[in-house]
């Protein structure tokens, strides 16, 4: 099975201070394996520096595109998109990063990772982590207190 950990990481967007999500699968940086994922298709559109363009999503947004979407996907026992990545600018949704989420019995799986502004870059990614220690890491984020 795959490991998945969530980070909190403060941080100053125009004098304002916020908090993101940083995210890690297999000990490695999200927007480190989605970069070197990205690579060959952005040089291949001639658009090297887009490759891993994205930023960690804000605690606000975390909530909303992933740990929300995520309890839905729990309690429809179904699969359901969320949104891991989003645009630098601040605003998530000018360029993100989505996946599946799917919570099955014993383990929650990541697949079908998408741009949805490049309908045509297939990443080919799939995650599996043991669902136990899944909850665990999502529960720490949920259970934050923002005050």
């Known amino acids: 099975m795959d490991s998945i950990k969530f980070y909190l990481n403060d941080y100053d967007m125009k004098g304002e201070g916020l908090t993101k999500v940083v995210v890690t699968i297999n000990d490695k940086p999200l927007l480190e394996l989605i970069r070197q994922r990205e690579r060959s298709f952005a040089a291949k559109d001639g658009q090297a520096s887009v490759a891993g363009g994205y930023a960690y999503l804000s605690l606000i947004d975390f909530e909303e595109l992933f740990l929300r979407a995520a309890l839905e996907a729990d ?42 502004r490049r309908k045509d870059w297939q990443y080919g990614l799939e ?5 136990v220690r899944f909850v665990s890491e999502i529960s720490k984020i949920a259970s934050f207190d923002k005050l």
Do not use: H, M
């Open 75 to 116: 309690l429809a026992q179904d699969e359901q998109d969320v949104v891991l990545l989003g645009c630098p600018c601040g605003i998530w949704s000018c360029w993100y990063l989505a996946l599946k989420i799917k919570f099955e019995e014993n383990a929650v799986k990541f697949t079908d990772f998408k741009n949805p």
């Open 127 to 131: 995650f599996k982590f043991d669902r």
